[in-house]
């Protein structure tokens, strides 16, 4: 009797090691690379400058106008009155003036 508790007692420490290292996998194949792009994003909008060329996420290429905490004022098109404000979340790809 003695023996086969000890055996159920190791069995049950290697289906925690298992249950260990499948979290891990999930940890560096899912939630590692998401943040990693949290954090690409947000350096993004935080170099934005006014000038910037930008992608919105709806697919439009713009200008920036002005910045404010959350929102930017860009400007699409060569007509100069079609400025609209935006949520900064909503911007996909930011290209530097200079470049």
Known sequence: MGILAADMGGSSMLLLVYI???????????????KKEQKRISAMLAAMETGDSVLTTSGFYGVILDITDDTVIVEFGNNKNCRIPMQKTAIAQVEKAGE
């Open 20 to 34: 260990a290292v499948i979290f891990g996998f999930m940890y560096f194949l899912s939630i590692r690379p998401q």
